[in-house]
């Protein structure tokens, strides 16, 4: 009896992973990143990689960059590199934020400042508040190129704080 009983449970287990799967097959690139941040928020790292894959496989920049900051993380830095591209080719600022700081530390691609500072220019006109943040540190220890400002370095901070304080009042409505 108990072999039966395991036997209908493997199954009902793989006729359950199979509806799962056709399901997750049909869902369109945004549903499959919205379960993706729901797997994460609670911490299920694999389920949420699977739909970031997915998503970020039918082009979803969003979460291609998300994609590259988890493998970025991780240390794997060819992938993350490729989904950041991708991403900010879409005009994604996560996207090119990522790309900024990649070459503003030499993850994955030869070290230049340069370059870092232009794809964290291209998010800051995007709002971007990480590369706001960037912006900042930047100016204040006069890193990337830039002169020690602490004036700008202030502007910037101040400016990345009001984005904040405007996403935190939407998202609390």
């Given amino acids: 009896m108990n072999s039966i009983n395991t036997r209908l449970l493997a199954r009902c287990t793989l006729w359950m992973g199979a509806l799962f799967a056709a ?12 379960k993706a941040k729901e797997a994460l ?3 299920d790292l694999t389920t949420g990689m699977t739909f970031l894959r997915q998503a970020a496989t039918q ?3 969003k979460a291609q960059a998300q ?3 988890i493998l970025r993380s991780a240390e794997v830095s060819t ?13 994604e600022p ?23 500072l232009e794809w964290y220019r291209k998010a800051e006109q995007k709002n971007y508040p990480p590369a706001l943040d960037a912006l900042a540190r930047a100016y204040r220890g006069g890193a990337l190129g830039l002169p ?15 984005l904040a304080t405007t996403a935190a009042g939407g998202a609390s409505r």
């Fill in 94 to 116: 996560a996207g090119e934020f990522g790309l900024g700081r990649a070459y503003a530390d030499g993850f994955g691609v030869k070290q230049d400042p340069a370059v870092a």
């Fill in 59 to 61: 082009n979803h920049a």
């Fill in 148 to 162: 020690k400002d602490p004036v700008k370095a202030r502007e910037y901070e101040e400016r990345a704080a009001r």
């Fill in 67 to 69: 994609l590259g900051d």
């Fill in 79 to 91: 992938e993350a590199i490729a989904m950041y591209q991708k991403s900010a080719a879409q005009g």
């Fill in 23 to 34: 399901a997750s097959l049909h869902a369109g690139p945004a549903e499959d990143y919205a």
């Fill in 41 to 43: 928020a609670v911490g």
